[in-house]
């Protein structure tokens, strides 16, 4: 329109506003802070209405096609991809809470799923393997187990009846050297030891009260130094290495001399000890006084 405005008879009231199906609009024209003029805009709504209306419904449309459209993707979708994979978890824990490597998940389709499902289950094959093979060597070390505590049992058995003959032994040696040693003490012969140096290892009662020395002062004493006369000190060595040479022993009747100088006539019974290794380690004396 004119920016002069239309005629007074064409101009519609001030404001913007509908007037039945037509929008106006009216927009003041200024110039340096004055008004020049007024612009004058008219709109039929009824093209516009239609319009629109096609749009909603075409809109509608398209979204009505779209959920459809949805709704088959997803449900295929669900059919293709969701349950197989459901399936799978199911059987994985199944597995785990069984711990049975035999049970195989089920192939729908050979695609991508489908090859998981083969691998998953060629993982189930090898582990149901070493499974089986474990528990063959179980059985195999139980076996063994029970095999090897059969043979301790009777082993520990064996020991159990050894220490009970050895304690039997040792109570039977205990019980023969108190009646050696009771023995020694009560018999009136003396009992006299000695090293392979011709040293008094033990003297008994008798020793001490046919020789006059307490058993405290000979041993340890060569027996030339106690009882052997001095005249026959010469020959004492090579007497006593004969000896120790002899397998039988010897029987002797002798004069010996006592702690006090006495000479008294001795009949002697010497024989050599021999150890568990074959070498003579001493002899043993019984002694009586025969004067």
Not at 74 to 91: E, G, K
Not at 95 to 122: C, M, P, Q, T, Y
Not at 225 to 247: C, K, N
Request: glycine content about 6%; overall charge negative; some cysteine.
């Amino acid at each position: 329109k004119d920016v002069h405005g239309p005629t007074q008879a064409d101009a519609p009231p001030p404001g913007d506003q509908f007037v039945g199906d037509v929008l106006d609009l009216a927009l003041p024209i200024t110039v340096q802070g004055r008004t020049i003029g007024t612009i004058y805009f008219q709109r039929d709504m009824l093209e516009l209405r239609a319009h629109f209306t096609d749009t909603f419904i075409n809109i509608g449309v398209a979204a009505l096609f779209a959920t459809a459209l949805g709704f088959l993707v997803s449900a295929a979708i669900q059919r293709i991809v969701s349950n197989p994979i459901l399936n799978l978890a199911r059987t994985s824990q199944s597995v785990a809470s069984s711990h049975d490597f035999s049970i195989r998940a089920v192939k729908a389709n050979d695609d991508e799923i489908g090859e998981l499902v083969d691998r998953f289950n060629g993982m189930l094959t090898e582990l149901q393997s070493h499974d089986n093979a474990l528990a063959a060597a179980r059985g195999e070390l139980e076996e063994r187990v029970v095999e090897r505590t059969r043979q301790l049992s009777e082993t520990l058995a064996r020991l159990q009846a050894e220490v009970r003959d050895r304690e039997a032994a040792q109570q039977a040696l205990h019980r023969a050297q108190e009646k050696l040693l009771l023995h020694m003490a009560q018999t009136p012969m003396a009992v006299i030891d000695w090293n392979t140096q011709f040293e008094v290892v033990s003297w008994n009662p008798a020793a001490e009260r046919i020789f006059g020395y307490p058993a405290a002062e000979a041993i340890g004493r060569r027996g030339s130094d106690l009882i052997i006369p001095p005249v026959r000190h010469p020959l004492v060595d090579t007497l006593w290495q004969a000896l120790l040479r002899s397998a039988d022993g010897e029987h002797i009747i002798k004069e010996n001399i006592t702690r006090d100088g006495r000479t008294i006539t001795c009949e002697w019974f010497n024989t050599p000890l021999v150890g568990a290794d074959g070498q003579v380690i001493g002899v043993s004396s019984f002694c009586s006084d025969i004067s």
